[in-house]
């Protein structure tokens, strides 16, 4: 079993930036790929980006990058998820989430993750 808490959310205006932290127990950290999800009122969860369990291999999705990064300290079971220039419409609930394994499917989705964090609110206004 494998517990995430979320920690990092919060207000800010467009154009600002946040970090978001997603502290692990349970599971050995530094073998699971993680993962940051998404979900938007009325929309399906989707990823945002995903790393690797040696933080190796990221992934992000097309509306995300280059603003957002993923990042892993396996000393201290923590995954990141820097925001920078964030926009109206990255306002959501943010989850982390972590795999059985260490690698990270070419396309990540919700299925492909067993534990999830109980979600941190993200708003952006304009």
């Known amino acids: 079993q494998v517990q995430l808490v979320e920690s990092g959310g919060g207000s800010v205006q467009a154009g600002g930036s946040l970090r978001l932290s997603c502290a692990a127990s349970?599971?050995?950290?530094?073998?699971?790929?993680m993962g940051w999800f998404r979900q938007a009122p009325g929309k399906e969860r989707e990823i945002v980006a995903a790393i690797s369990r040696s933080g190796s291999n990221t992934k992000y999705v097309d509306s995300v990058k280059g603003r957002f990064t993923i990042s892993r300290d396996n000393a201290k079971n923590t995954v990141y998820l820097q925001m920078n220039s964030l926009k109206s419409e990255d306002t959501a609930v943010y989850y982390c989430a972590a795999r059985n394994t260490g690698w990270i499917p070419s396309k990540p989705n919700v299925q492909d993750y067993n534990y999830w964090g109980q979600g941190t609110q993200v708003t952006v206004s304009s």
């Open positions: 349970g599971r050995t950290f530094s073998s699971s790929a």
